[in-house]
């Protein structure tokens, strides 16, 4: 699939869903857009938490198309979701009408760049066999706070088959821009999580924990979390599992 005809695709609201398995080898990134007044306190959060915020681009404030697509971020990503003074508001297929020239956006990494690569290393990505969003949760693992965004991080949840692991930890650890290797393997409850059955965000996936192990990567979605605690009077993201796919292949996909 061409990246820009997922997007027209997007922009038209005729796709909604998921981007995971989208454009394969291709850049894909998580979004953040605030107002300018609080762009410099949301830099040193992602500078100071590189692993779950990974910069891509940082646009000019009012930029609508960024660098790294032939795209409007108001409308081509599949959704988004805003927050106002730290509560979230709404879902919505575009931010047309919301957009404001003030507003800063962040692209951050995402590890669906790198699920091609774990399917080409003979690793199965369940959310993607069973249709379903790539289950994320809220951890105990602390951030380092800036200015007014603090709080901890969020993770995506793959179960791995046992003999793979080393695999996949080899794999996505050159992905440095897309959150590179795991931040946790195995033992959900060491890490604040309770049921994988209930995640925070996307949807719960099926799999024998006799034969797979979950592990654990750093996301994307941690801002949206940061926000609720923050209370900027708006933010506005993509929803989970929705990302903006860009035009840039990954170089590790050369190089692997």
Same mark, same amino acid.
């Given at each position: 699939m061409e990246p820009y005809k997922v997007r027209t695709a997007m922009r038209n609201e005729? #796709?909604?869903?998921?981007?995971s398995g989208f454009c394969e080898g291709y850049i894909q990134t998580n979004m953040v857009t605030l107002p300018k007044e609080y762009v410099f306190d949301f830099l040193l959060f992602c500078m100071r938490n590189p692993k779950p915020c990974p910069l891509v681009e940082v646009m000019e404030a009012g930029q609508t198309a960024p660098q790294?697509? !032939?795209?409007d971020i108001r409308t081509d990503l599949p959704r988004y979701r805003i927050y106002r003074d730290g509560k979230f508001s709404e879902e919505v297929l575009n931010i047309s009408d919301v957009w404001r020239e003030d507003f800063v956006t962040f692209l951050i990494?995402? =590890?669906? @760049?790198?699920? #091609?690569?774990?399917? !080409?290393g003979g690793i199965?990505?369940?959310h993607q066999e069973q249709e379903k969003v790539v289950p994320m949760f !809220?951890? @105990? /693992?602390?951030? $380092?706070?800036?200015?007014i965004f603090q709080g901890n991080m969020v993770v995506s949840m793959r179960a791995i088959p046992n003999h793979l692991i080393d695999q996949a930890l080899?794999? =996505? $650890?050159?992905?440095?821009?897309?959150?590179?290797? *795991?931040?946790? /393997?195995?033992s959900p409850e060491e890490i604040g999580i309770t049921d994988l059955h209930n995640p925070d965000y996307g949807e719960a996936v099926d799999f024998d924990p006799?034969?797979?192990? *979950?592990?654990?990567?750093?996301c994307g979605v941690t801002p949206q979390n940061a926000a609720l605690q923050a209370k900027p009077s708006i933010m506005i993201t993509h929803a989970p599992g929705h990302m903006l /796919?860009? $035009?840039?292949? !990954?170089?590790?996909?050369?190089?692997g």
């Open positions: 005729e #796709k909604n869903g998921t981007t790294v697509a !032939d795209a990494g995402c =590890s669906f @760049t790198f699920e #091609k690569a774990l399917l !080409d199965p990505l369940f !809220d951890t @105990t /693992i602390p951030l $380092d706070p800036a200015g080899t794999i =996505s $650890d050159r992905f440095e821009q897309s959150h590179g290797s *795991p931040v946790h /393997i195995g006799a034969e797979a192990t *979950p592990v654990f990567w750093a /796919i860009t $035009d840039q292949l !990954d170089p590790n996909y050369e190089n």
